[in-house]
Structure formats: C-alpha cells, structure tokens
C-alpha cells in the first residue's frame, strides 16, 4: 500500500479531471483544505513524535533534529521558487508560448518534493502517513490536470507529466528501502520531510481563503482533517 496509494491518488486525480471536467474548483479547495490539516496532524502526531524517538538518546542534542526539519523548510521555499505552489494547490497560468513546451521546472521540483515525501513510507509502520499522502496528492493531482487542461497542454504531455509524477513518491520509498547511504539517514531524511510537510500544510491552511476571509466550509473541513488524523 506504500508504494501503491501515492501513485493511485494521482491517477484518480488525473481521471477524475480527465473524464468529469469538473467545473467548480469550491470542492478542490475543500479537499485541499481537509488534506493540509490531515497532514498537520499526521506530522504532529506521527512522524515528529518518531523521528525524535528514533535520534541516538546518547547525543540529547534535539537540536540536531531540528537543524533538518528547518532545511526541509528552507528547501521547500526553495522548491516552490520553481513550482510556484502546486504542491499546495497554486498554479501560475503560463505564457501563450509555453503551452505546447513540458513544464521542465515544475516538473523537477516536484518530483524532488515526491521523492522526498516517499522516504518515512520505508518505515513499515507508517501507515497512517501513506493515507496522508494520499489525500494531499490527490487534491494537486486535480489541481495540476486542470491547470494543464485550461492551458492547452497537449492531453498526452499531461497524461506524461502526470505519470512521472504519481511514480517518484513509490521511487522515493524504493530508494529509501535500498540505497545503503539513505537507510542510515533515514531520522535525518524524515526529519527534512518533517520541514517540508509543515511549510505545505500550514500554508494551505493559512493561504487557501480568498482575502484571509473567515470560511465556515473550509474552518469544518480543517476540523475533519484534524479529527479523522486522530482517530486514524
């Protein structure tokens, strides 16, 4: 299932896109909102609790741990530079030129944020966490495949771009399982993933509301997310 959900949740994403055309994005927004406080949640609950406890107890030097979860913070910023948000549900309309051209750039930094997302997965009792990744990238799926459809990306460049980006969170979690140098930093690694996940979720909480207006519908939906993550 850790290698599966991340991939189906842009599948489903892309086709549900593909063969409804959705016309209302309220809805998007609500699953965005219900998926950036699901994995608030789960980062709160799971994984800082984890990789906090997993650190060599001889050091006690929390900080240490830290020191990641801000690089994962700096290097989402950093990301974002280049994808102008999509991990989060933002999307920046293209020039008329660069409609029929692959999004090259959006396309590294977020398959360096997938790759990166896929690496607790290796972790086999991090299964809340795949459910987490599920709901948060089923939402930018949906994001991503409108934003190329309204922009006249040719159907197959975005069949493509979708594709490489549902296998790089399972080619994250396959790395992480296999490559000797990640298995012996993977406190460190979930540690950065731990910085990224706070940046996106805080930031669809917090930026998702047109004029920062009060929104009951996404303020329940954040309640939900915050409740199903505790109960999960």
Same mark, same amino acid.
């Given at each position: 299932?850790?290698?599966?959900?991340?991939?189906?949740?842009?599948?489903?994403?892309?086709?549900?896109?593909?063969?409804?055309?959705?016309?209302?994005?309220?809805?998007?927004?609500?699953?965005?909102?219900?998926?950036?406080?699901?994995?608030?949640?789960?980062?709160?609950?799971?994984?800082?609790?984890?990789?906090?406890?997993?650190?060599?107890?001889?050091?006690?030097?929390?900080?240490?741990?830290?020191?990641?979860?801000?690089?994962?913070?700096?290097?989402?910023?950093?990301?974002?530079?280049?994808?102008?948000?999509?991990?989060?549900?933002?999307?920046?309309?293209?020039?008329?030129?660069?409609?029929?051209?692959?999004?090259?750039?959006?396309?590294?930094?977020?398959?360096?944020?997938?790759?990166?997302?896929?690496?607790?997965? %290796?972790? /086999? +009792?991090?299964?809340? $966490?795949?459910?987490?990744?599920? *709901?948060?990238?089923?939402? !930018?799926?949906?994001? @991503? #495949?409108?934003?190329?459809?309204?922009?006249?990306?040719?159907?197959?460049?975005?069949?493509?771009?979708?594709?490489?980006?549902?296998?790089?969170?399972?080619?994250?979690?396959?790395?992480?399982?296999?490559?000797?140098?990640?298995?012996?930093?993977?406190?460190?690694?979930?540690?950065?993933?731990?910085?990224?996940?706070?940046?996106?979720?805080?930031?669809?909480?917090?930026?998702? %509301?047109? /004029? +920062?207006?009060?929104? $009951?519908?996404?303020?329940?939906? *954040?309640?939900?997310?915050? !409740?199903?993550?505790? @109960? #999960?």
């Amino acid at each position: 299932m850790n290698y599966l959900l991340p991939f189906l949740a842009v599948v489903l994403g892309y086709s549900f896109v593909t063969f409804f055309k959705p016309a209302q994005q309220q809805y998007t927004k609500l699953l965005l909102s219900f998926s950036g406080a699901y994995l608030l949640a789960l980062t709160v609950f799971v994984l800082i609790p984890e990789v906090y406890h997993s650190h060599d107890e001889h050091t006690q030097d929390f900080k240490y741990i830290g020191l990641f979860v801000i690089v994962g913070v700096l290097l989402q910023i950093v990301l974002e530079f280049f994808s102008h948000g999509a991990e989060h549900g933002h999307t920046q309309h293209p020039h008329p030129h660069q409609h029929s051209a692959f999004p090259l750039s959006l396309f590294i930094s977020l398959s360096i944020h997938s790759i990166l997302e896929g690496f607790p997965l %290796s972790h /086999g +009792h991090n299964h809340d $966490l795949v459910y987490g990744i599920f *709901v948060h990238k089923l939402p !930018v799926a949906i994001v @991503l #495949t409108t934003f190329f459809v309204n922009s006249g990306v040719n159907k197959w460049k975005t069949a493509l771009f979708l594709l490489f980006f549902a296998l790089m969170t399972p080619l994250g979690t396959f790395l992480s399982n296999t490559v000797p140098s990640l298995v012996n930093y993977q406190t460190e690694l979930s540690a950065i993933v731990i910085g990224i996940f706070l940046h996106i979720s805080t930031v669809i909480l917090f930026e998702n %509301s047109e /004029g +920062h207006r009060f929104n $009951l519908l996404k303020f329940l939906s *954040v309640c939900v997310g915050f !409740v199903v993550a505790y @109960l #999960t």
